[in-house]
Structure formats: structure tokens, C-alpha cells
């Protein structure tokens, strides 16, 4: 047996580990074998998976899981294409945001995925083919339909197989082949062994950030914990905690500094006001050995340029007070040339929020921003983390939902409860409003039929009167 012989077989088993031989789908594919000599030899050498639907010979609709190898010890490549026939019954399937994550999550620096799945206009960057010239022939018929692809050094390695597994289950995941738990088990195995997607020390990670950069911002949907993240940093700093909420009312008078009328006076007078940003900065000047936190909660729901006014400039974290010249009276005749090194300002953003206002990219240079997702946690105590209902609204979301939309997704924290009585008001009264909300702005439409169909099994509520 040839080297792509046993490739061959090891494709075909894959299929059928990951449910292709069901018996609700007796028939998941169609398999294509074009190696011979001359394909070998002339360039255009391949072997796949393509639709049930479609002829074993000629051209060919929609997606196909394609290998394309070569002679001796070159390299390979393993991708996802599309028939030279274009869509027939994938562009629903192309134009879903989860189509192209799925295999996003898989591909390696020796791989390449579009943008877009829809596009079958674009060719190959030149940066991948010039890693693999001998299959330059027989990409030149392909490299405009290849929606994703990686390089498979040697097929018969250890990581080779797990290349060619992850992109067959990932296949089999896209054409639901799999028909129990067993078989889905087996695409998730696979599909993980070769993930990049790692598990990360949130707070480890802004610990880190803060203590660099100084001023950071914490966005995230809601639920994703950033404002107990905030607190928790503070802490580890052994820092002093200054807490504000921004509003749309919030002004420099009450942040900074200004005046207010002194209603006990019996006349017409007025008494000076020092906000939270000049008491946290003078404790930071006077303690020198203290680290002071400022924690703005909310910060763009306010007009940060009426609010941060001159001190705007101060927020550059490598300025150094001993070569700066350029002082800044903040109020009061207190001036200022930098900012302590001993303080710290942390601020939280709720990036579901619609209405607030564009944050100014002057801010944005200022402050290094750390996003939070929802991701599955532990609970502690008498509460329960209720993984079920968190994994149905994380699948939903990651499979229907936009790039922008994904900032939506509730956080983690919408699905800690007590018990299931708990956790199904948490749906009703929570969840389902928020989904509402979201589907009234036109945000998440391709997801509302899944969506309905959770709320309506989970809690018997229906999404839409």
C-alpha cells in the first residue's frame, strides 16, 4: 500500500469514527480519487469527501474535504473547498459566522482561512504557496475555491493524523454526521487535539496588564465579571480602592474638580468640590509607598471629553515625573506633571450596551483593553454553575451570531443559581428579556429560531407572541 493509499483508508475511517456510515445517513458522501500517475506527475492530484448529491467524475457544487498530495516527501494540503460549480445548497451553510470559526479554531500558522467562506474570488495568500512550490500546478485550478487550508508536513506523523482528523471532524461536525454521543465525543476529541485555543488566567493576565500599563480598560458583555475582576486586581496589589460609576450625567466638576453652592450658608456662596480622581491622585502623591486604585465602572457611558478634559494628556504610562514640564492644574491651583507611579486606574465597559457613545481613540491609545469572554467557570459555595444552559447560548452564539454580535453573548454569570428553580427565573426574567431586547434592535436574526426553540424547551416560554 502506497503512502496515499493508507491516507486514503485512514480518511475513509475517520468518516466513519465521526458518524458518516449512520443508518439516518447511510450515505454522508461521496468519495473522489484522482492520483494516478498522470495527476501526479502533470499536477492536480486529489482525493476527497464531496456531496452525496454530486457524480463520482466531473465538476461539482458546494463544500468538499479535499487533500491534495504529492511525490515523496513533500508536503501536502488538507482543506475545505468549494466545487468549481460554486453554492447549491451551502451558501446558507458558507455565510454562517460559525462555519468559518470552527475551522479558524484548527488552523496553524502553516494553514490559511478566509474571511469570508462566500468568497470564491480571492486566491491563496502567495505567502502560503510559497511554502509548498511543488503543488503549485494543482493549485492553480483550486486556489480561488479553497475557503481553508493547512499544510501537512508528513501525513503519516502522529501531528500529520491529527491534522487530517481535525479537519474530518471538523467536516463531519458542518454536515452533521454524527448521530450519537459516542460519534460527537469523537469530533470534539479531535477537533481539541489540534485547537489553538487555550485556556487562560483571566486574572493573571490583567494582573500582569495593570502592573505594565497602568491604566486599563476591562470590556466585556455583561456577566463576564468585570467589575469583580476590577476589585479582585485591587486587592492583589494590596491597593487602596477608589470607586466611581459613570453616568451621562457625570461632569469634571464631579470627577476632578469644581464648585458647589454651600445651601447651609444663608447667602449666595459657594464652596469648592474635589471629585474622586483628585482625592485618589493627592492620597497617591501623599502615600507614596500605598498603591491607590481608581475603578471608573461603566466609564463610556459618559462624555469622556467633558469629563477627562486637560488631564487627558496625563494617561500616557511611560511619562516620568522627574523629565516632565508640562504641569496640569487639575483645580484648586493643584498641578501636576504625572501621574504617581504608585497609582492605577482600572475601568470596566459593557460592549452590549448600544447606546453609549464612541469611545475617543485619544482614550484608546491611552489605555491598554483587555476583552473578557464568557467562558464555563466553577461555582463556590452553595451555588451551582449550570453548564447545560451556559454551552447552549455559547453554541448559539458562536455558530449564528456576527463578529460584533458575539460581544453580546451573556457572561458566565447569568448562569450561577442555587438550584434549577433559581436558575429557570434567572431564564424567564433575565435571559429571555435581554434575547428580546437584542431581536428588537435587529441584532441576532440568525439565531432567533435556536434561540426560540431554547427558551421554549427549557423554560416553555415563547420568544415571539
Known sequence: MSKIERTIELVK?????????????????????????DALNQGGAFFGLISPEEETSGPYHDFSLVIFPDRDDNP?????????????????????????????????????????????????????KLKIPSLDKTLQSYSKLISTCEIIWDPESENGKKVIAGFVAAYAQLRS?????????????????????????EKEEILNLVQKRKFVILQGAPGTGKTRLAKIIAKDLRAKIFFTQFHAETSYSDFIYGIKPDLKAGEVSY????GIFYES???????PGKNIVLIIDEINRANLSNILGPIFYLFEYQLKEEEEFVYIDIGGGYRI????????????MNTADRSLAVVDFALRRRFAWYT???????????????????LAFNGIFNWY?????????????????????EMKVRIRYELLPLIKEYLAEGLLTNAREYLAKYFYDRVGEVLFE
Open 271 to 274: 464652596v469648592e468640590q474635589k
Open 177 to 201: 454526521f454524527s448521530g450519537n454521543a459516542d460519534q460527537r465525543k469523537a469530533v470534539s476529541k479531535a477537533i481539541s487535539e489540534v485547537s489553538k485555543t487555550e485556556s487562560v488566567n
Open 281 to 287: 491622585l493627592n492620597e497617591a502623591k501623599t502615600t
Open 76 to 128: 501536502w494540503l488538507i482543506s475545505l473547498v468549494v466545487g468549481s460549480l460554486g453554492f447549491k445548497n451551502d451558501y446558507e451553510l458558507a455565510a454562517l459566522p460559525g462555519a468559518r470559526r470552527l475551522y479558524s479554531s484548527i488552523i496553524s500558522q502553516d494553514g490559511f482561512c478566509k474571511t469570508s467562506f462566500l468568497d470564491i474570488e480571492s486566491n491563496l495568500p502567495k505567502q502560503l
Open 337 to 348: 506633571n504625572a501621574i504617581p507611579s504608585n497609582y492605577y486606574v482600572i475601568c470596566t
Open 372 to 390: 473578557l469572554k464568557p467562558h464555563v467557570i466553577k461555582a463556590t459555595g452553595t451555588n451551582k454553575f449550570f453548564k447545560n444552559d451556559f
Open 13 to 37: 475511517e475517520l468518516a466513519e469514527n465521526f458518524g458518516a456510515k449512520n443508518k439516518d445517513i447511510p450515505n454522508a458522501y461521496t468519495f473522489r480519487n484522482n492520483t494516478k500517475e
Open 401 to 421: 451570531a456576527s463578529s460584533e454580535e458575539l460581544s453580546l453573548q451573556p457572561g458566565q454569570a447569568y448562569f450561577i443559581a442555587e438550584n434549577e428553580e
